[in-house]
Each structure stands twice: as structure tokens, then as C-alpha cells.
């Protein structure tokens, strides 16, 4: 993240410095619209397009060729953009197109020579290694490389195994492998499975190494010194694609909340006047990478009954809800303190919805209906999701309603995109109050 932002800077400082020198040689006047800088809107639209083409990004970082070409390309699309802006609000005559012309062609020679020393640091200080990888041995020994870290099971008594019976566990690898982009695994055979679905729960990239050619559940071949890996799992979303989910995060929950701020006054006074006890209930959920956080809702039952671990869903006709309770639970009000969680950064506005640790479908724990369970919390959960715009939403009363939830958490995180996004988000307005809802 750091060398992601010394790139950031560089680039913006040539872009700053290639409108600078421009004014120089023609007339700084000649980029201005009514007394500002056009390149007041080129570094914000720069920097939107970088995102877009992945100009920070691993590859970016490991090729001056790759990095100067992803960089020219968000350059050529902001020059697109300025040039038919100054067509249609028919500034010709205020911006000087040679002016123009030269700030760009600065530009460009000044982002290839800055990433070029941004590739030279990286060369000096880091040997060219710009991941932190980790090697899995569980009964299986495999050559480790001197940039690769190495956590070695052993023939002990296998606590640091998942057990995928344990959400504790599960918690405790996840926390384990956090600080790395890249995990590989070596393992028996037989401990495979449990191993493949924990560490693809995590987010990060996996691959399985392998002393033969065979496939399981391989997205890919790739390699790790002088042995062959399956590449299980690329994480469903890259650094960069998590910056521009991030960002859009934060566009959209900042204004939100400034706009709500009347409603969720008005209903945390409705909550005081109903029923004594706090405001807001905080409930500990399943996170990102099967890690626990607190999820924050409206309080919308009885202090005494509430279910701090959420072993007992609410049904339709739950004496625990409070009457302001019945309210905003039927039309989602309830979630609207989630939106703090967004801010904070635990959760996302759109993901598979965060459960409680003691959610069951029917009389099983959810873990217990499918393993796969903890595979989609290889993201930020969030407020809506796919599921809950098909209509998978409420008591999961049989196994069954939580497998078709968790087909489409799956099916989310396998295809995730910007624009799929926006359509669930647009789509949600659709099924804030549902039948379901209770």
C-alpha cells in the first residue's frame, strides 16, 4: 500500500508538473477557465482512470514497460475528457490547445520517468519483491524460497489445522494469514480439503503445490521455485478493484448519512419514548475473512430479550420486537445504523449479508449445513446483497434457505464487478419492505 502511494504521488506530481512547465512555455492563462486551473478537475480525473486501468497495481509495480503503459493510458483517457469538454462548453477560444498539447506531452515523459525510479527504489530496497507470501506445509514437504515465509505444521496436535466445526478457528487463521497477499499449500492429501476451503475463505491468493500433475480445484497452474502449484483461488477482488469499491463506499455513505441524519434522530427519540434501554443493539457478526466485528442495528425488541448471539431468528409474530420495532424492521430502518459500519470500514454497502455466530437453518449451525459456507466471507459483508434482491431474505427456518443464499454469495464474489453493484444497489430499492421483513 505504501509503494502504491509513493506511485500515486509520483504521478500526480507529474501531471501537476507537466501543466506547470506548460505554462511556462506558453501562458499559464491559457490553462485556466474563469481564473482556475483545468488542472484543478485533470488530477482528481487522472486519478479515477489509474484506478480503472489498474495503474496501481501488482504488475505495475514489478514492470516499468507495464506500469508506464497503464499510467499513459489513464493520461490519454483524461486528455480525451478535457479536450471534448472544451469542445462542447465551447471553450476554444478561453484554453489554448498547444498549451494543452504541451502539458500532456510533459505529463507523459514525467509519469514514464517517475515510475521508472519508483521501479529502480523497488529494485534497491525490496530486491524486486513487492508481495509477502507464505508456504502451508501440513505433511507434505515442499522447497521454500528465501522471500517466502514458512509456517510448518509438524506432527503436533494439529491447533493451528482449521476446523471448520470451530468459527474460533477459522477466526485464528484468518487473523494469522492477514498480513499476506499470497499463501501456498502443501499438503497430505487427506488434509486438503479442509485447508483448500479455509484459505479460500480468507480472500487472498492461493495456490496448492503439487509433486504431480494433478487438477483440484485449480483455476491455473502456476509456480513456486522449482515446483509446480495449482492456483486455487485469486481472491474475489484485487487491490485495485478493493480501492475503487472502497471509494464508492464512502461517495455514497458519507452524503447518505449527512441526508438521514433527521430520520435516524427522529427514530432513535421513537426507540427512547417505546421502551426503555439503549438506542442502538450491537451484535457480533461474521466478518471479512471469517473474522468477528460488531454489526450495529436500531434496537427493535425488548432490552431483556434480546439475542446478543443470534441463536433464535425473529419471526412474524415475536413478542421480543417492540412496536417502533415492528416498524423498522418491516421497512429495513432497522439496518440504517450499518451504514457507521460501512464508514468504519468492516462492512461494504454491497456483499453477502454478515450472521450471527449462532445462526442456524432448521436445528444446524449455518457452517454445518454446507462447509462452503465460510467461503463467502472471503469479502466485506454487506448492508444488501444479491441474495436479498432475489428475495432471500428473513428466518432461515430449513437448510434450504440458507443454501440458496448461499449459492448466490458465492455467485457474487465469483463475478464480482463495479457495475453489478450499482444494479443490486438500484435493484434494493425494490425490496426495502418485503414480506419477509419482520
Known amino acids: 500500500m505504501r509503494l502504491y502511494g509513493v506511485l ?71 486528455s480525451i475528457i478535457l479536450v471534448t469538454f472544451a469542445f462542447f462548453a465551447q471553450l476554444g477560444p478561453i484554453l489554448s490547445r498547444l498549451a494543452i498539447a504541451y502539458a500532456v506531452l510533459s505529463s507523459a515523459a514525467l509519469i514514464v520517468l517517475g515510475r521508472a525510479g519508483v521501479a529502480a527504489l523497488i529494485r534497491w530496497r525490496l530486491r524486486g519483491v513487492v508481495t509477502k507470501s507464505l508456504l502451508v506445509v501440513d505433511g507434505a514437504p515442499a522447497p521454500c524460497g528465501p522471500d517466502c515465509d514458512m509456517l510448518d505444521i509438524g506432527d503436533g496436535d494439529g491447533a493451528q489445522r482449521p476446523d471448520l466445526t470451530s468459527p474460533a478457528r477459522v477466526a485464528q487463521l484468518s487473523a494469522l494469514l492477514e498480513p499476506y497477499d499470497k499463501v501456498y499449500l502443501s499438503a497430505e492429501e487427506a488434509r486438503r480439503e479442509d485447508w483448500i476451503t479455509a484459505l479460500k475463505a480468507t480472500g487472498i491468493a492461493v495456490e496448492l503445490v503439487v509433486p504431480e500433475r494433478d487438477i483440484y480445484s485449480a483455476v491455473g497452474l502456476g509456480r513456486m521455485e522449482d515446483a509446480d502449484t495449482l492456483i486455487l483461488s485469486h481472491g474475489p477482488l484485487s487491490l485495485s478493484s478493493q480501492i475503487k469499491k472502497r471509494a464508492f463506499d464512502l461517495a455514497l455513505t458519507v452524503p447518505a448519512l449527512i441526508f438521514l441524519a433527521p430520520l435516524l434522530a427522529i427514530v432513535a427519540i421513537a426507540i427512547k419514548l417505546d421502551s426503555p434501554g439503549p438506542v442502538l443493539f450491537g451484535q457480533t457478526r461474521i466478518g471479512r475473512g471469517n473474522l468477528p466485528f460488531k454489526c450495529w442495528k436500531f434496537r427493535s425488541m425488548h432490552v431483556a430479550q434480546t439475542d446478543a448471539h443470534g441463536a433464535k431468528s425473529a419471526s412474524r409474530s415475536d413478542a421480543r420486537i417492540t412496536r417502533v420495532g415492528r416498524f423498522i424492521r418491516k421497512t429495513s430502518i432497522d439496518e440504517l445504523p450499518q451504514l457507521f459500519n460501512v464508514l468504519i470500514g468492516n462492512m461494504s454497502l454491497v456483499g453477502p449479508r454478515p450472521h450471527a455466530v449462532a445462526s442456524t437453518a432448521g436445528d444446524q449451525l449455518f457452517w454445518e449445513v454446507s462447509q462452503r459456507y465460510w467461503m463467502r466471507h472471503a469479502a466485506k459483508p454487506g448492508i444488501t446483497g444479491l441474495a436479498q434482491v432475489r428475495g432471500y431474505r428473513g428466518a432461515t427456518e430449513k437448510p434450504e434457505d440458507l443454501e440458496m443464499r448461499l449459492r448466490s454469495d458465492l455467485e457474487y464474489l465469483q463475478d464480482w464487478s463495479f457495475w453489478r453493484d450499482l444494479v443490486i444497489l438500484f435493484a434494493t430499492v425494490k425490496v426495502i419492505s418485503h414480506e419477509n421483513a419482520y
Open 8 to 78: 500515486m504521488l509520483a504521478d500526480l506530481a507529474a501531471v501537476a508538473g507537466g501543466f506547470l512547465i506548460a505554462g511556462e512555455l506558453r501562458s499559464a492563462r491559457g490553462l485556466m477557465v474563469e481564473g482556475i486551473p483545468v488542472l484543478v478537475g485533470v488530477l482528481p480525473l487522472f486519478t479515477v482512470f489509474a484506478l480503472i486501468c489498474e495503474a496501481y497495481s501488482v504488475p505495475a509495480l514489478l514492470s516499468v514497460s507495464e506500469s508506464s503503459r497503464r499510467a499513459l493510458a489513464a493520461l490519454g483517457a483524461t
